[in-house]
């Protein structure tokens, strides 16, 4: 059910009629999964079995009843489409790519800077391609990943073979599965997509927090490699080539403007991707863990389990520059709404934190500086110790 909840997303506003009738057979299908699902009173598993169903086409939904989480949750969704419908493409699209291509075009200067032969401008050089890497491999990925730089889907796997695998090194279904099915369908449920992938155990807090982050870039690198040995080989091949050509034309062209040899090349490709390493990971552990973890059989339904297991950080100029507002400053809004824009989940946000409110339900906000101490504090308890289970079975 989670699945078909998401699936009811911008892209379907041009299925409705001006009156906000559901016209289109496929669109009409997937709301009456919705409501079908929270009209009945499912076993613990239903929720979770509902996920992989394709039933055929039932015809209208049913009206659901007041105050349930389905029907709060699909008043939302009216609401956000019509903030969307009314919305200009510079609001759903243009003002992530103005961010993206500011990025792109303040690479050269950051290979101008690392040719210069001073300590001030190579460390100049360095932030400045660390911060525009960031913005293209996490920003833009981010996006990609989600289908959220355009509406056209064939042009949206081409952004996400480019951003996915050429900038950032990783298979596109590597990234998809781990982030967009797991992760965002099984939020903070344990086993399913708890954040356990950014759990180190191992380490010390203080190695953890400060040290390892910094070795992100090389570690990601593998994964990736390793995931593409699980794939089927042409798919495999594909992948490579591109991750190839995406780490080989970094390198090459810091040699052709920089005019550094190739191991300096190559030590400054990943030196200049560890910039922004510790408060990427930071921002991955603050937002979920140690907010409240659910088991499989007794997870919430939708609104409730995202109301609970998301947490908002506050608006920063950097974060919400080379991350995007999706991951700093409206979590929650991208965890309702996965395939809004960044600046549309900053355009909705008014919208989502107000009714959330008005219905008595959470909505988690913190500050970096506030969730960076209850780490330092709680670490072993948070990063190393199995979770504790919340039960909120009154509220399923």
Same mark, same amino acid.
């Given at each position: 059910?989670?699945?078909?909840?998401?699936?009811?997303?911008?892209?379907?506003v041009?299925?409705? /009629?001006?009156?906000?009738?559901?016209d289109? $057979?496929?669109?009409?299908?997937?709301?009456?999964?919705?409501?079908r699902?929270?009209?009945?009173?499912?076993? $613990?598993?239903?929720?979770?079995?509902?996920?992989?169903?394709?039933?055929?086409?039932?015809?209208?939904?049913?009206?659901?009843?007041e105050?349930d989480? /389905?029907?709060?949750?699909?008043?939302?969704?009216r609401? #956000?489409?019509?903030?969307?419908?009314?919305?200009?493409?510079?609001? &759903?699209?243009?003002?992530d790519?103005?961010?993206?291509g500011?990025?792109?075009?303040?690479?050269?200067?950051?290979?101008?800077? =690392? /040719?210069?032969?001073?300590?001030?401008?190579?460390? %100049?050089? #360095?932030?400045?391609l660390?911060?525009?890497?960031?913005?293209?491999?996490?920003?833009g990925?981010?996006?990609?990943?989600?289908?959220?730089?355009c509406?056209?889907?064939?042009?949206?796997?081409?952004?996400?073979?480019?951003f996915?695998?050429?900038?950032?090194?990783?298979?596109?279904?590597?990234?998809? &599965?781990?982030?967009? &099915?797991?992760?965002?369908?099984h939020t903070?449920?344990?086993?399913?997509?708890?954040?356990?992938v950014?759990?180190?155990?191992?380490?010390?807090?203080?190695?953890?927090?400060? +040290?390892?982050?910094?070795?992100? $870039?090389?570690?990601?690198?593998?994964?990736?490699?390793?995931?593409?040995?699980?794939m089927?080989? !042409?798919?495999?091949?594909?992948?490579?080539?591109?991750?190839?050509? /995406?780490?080989?034309g970094?390198?090459?062209?810091?040699?052709? #403007?920089?005019?550094?040899?190739?191991?300096?090349?190559?030590?400054?490709?990943?030196l200049?991707?560890?910039?922004?390493?510790?408060p990427?990971?930071?921002?991955?552990?603050?937002?979920?863990?140690? =907010?409240?973890m659910?088991?499989?059989?007794?997870? $919430?339904?939708?609104? #409730?389990?995202?109301?609970h297991?998301?947490?908002? %950080? !506050?608006?920063?100029?950097? +974060?919400?520059?080379?991350?995007?507002?999706?991951?700093?400053?409206?979590?929650?809004?991208?965890? %309702?709404?996965?395939?809004?824009?960044?600046?549309?989940?900053? &355009?909705?946000? !008014?919208?989502?934190?107000g009714f959330?409110?008005?219905?008595?339900?959470p909505?988690?906000e913190d500050?970096?500086?506030?969730?960076?101490?209850?780490?330092?504090?709680?670490y072993?308890?948070?990063?190393?110790?199995?979770?504790?289970?919340?039960?909120?079975?009154?509220?399923?």
């Open positions: 059910m989670d699945e078909e909840v998401e699936k009811i997303t911008c892209k379907d041009s299925e409705k /009629g001006e009156d906000g009738a559901v289109d $057979p496929s669109l009409r299908k997937r709301t009456a999964i919705v409501h699902s929270i009209s009945s009173d499912p076993t $613990p598993q239903a929720g979770i079995a509902e996920d992989n169903q394709e039933p055929g086409d039932v015809g209208s939904p049913p009206e659901t009843k105050g989480d /389905g029907g709060q949750l699909l008043e939302l969704s609401l #956000i489409w019509e903030e969307w419908k009314k919305s200009s493409w510079w609001d &759903k699209h243009g003002a790519w103005a961010i993206i500011l990025a792109m075009c303040s690479v050269p200067a950051g290979f101008l800077c =690392l /040719g210069s032969g001073s300590l001030f401008l190579f460390v %100049l050089g #360095i932030l400045i660390g911060l525009a890497n960031s913005a293209i491999t996490v920003k990925s981010h996006l990609a990943s989600h289908r959220s730089l509406q056209s889907s064939q042009l949206g796997r081409i952004w996400a073979t480019f996915i695998e050429v900038c950032s090194w990783i298979p596109v279904p590597c990234g998809e &599965k781990g982030h967009v &099915k797991q992760h965002h369908g903070n449920v344990i086993g399913l997509g708890d954040s356990s950014w759990k180190a155990p191992f380490l010390s807090c203080a190695v953890y927090m400060f +040290l390892a982050p910094l070795a992100l $870039p090389v570690v990601t690198l593998f994964v990736g490699l390793r995931y593409m040995s699980q089927a080989v !042409p798919r495999a091949l594909c992948s490579l080539a591109c991750i190839s050509v /995406g780490l080989w970094h390198c090459w062209l810091l040699a052709q #403007i920089s005019g550094l040899g190739a191991g300096s090349a190559i030590v400054c490709v990943f200049s991707r560890s910039v922004m390493a510790i990427f990971i930071h921002v991955n552990i603050f937002q979920h863990i140690g =907010l409240p659910f088991s499989p059989t007794q997870r $919430p339904r939708r609104l #409730i389990l995202m109301a297991s998301v947490l908002n %950080l !506050p608006r920063n100029l950097i +974060l919400d520059w080379t991350f995007g507002h999706s991951l700093i400053s409206c979590h929650v809004e991208h965890h %309702l709404f996965p395939m809004l824009s960044d600046h549309m989940c900053l &355009k909705v946000k !008014p919208t989502v934190s959330l409110r008005t219905h008595n339900l909505y988690q500050t970096y500086l506030s969730r960076l101490q209850l780490f330092l504090r709680d072993n308890e948070l990063m190393v110790q199995t979770p504790p289970i919340t039960q909120l079975a009154e509220l399923r």
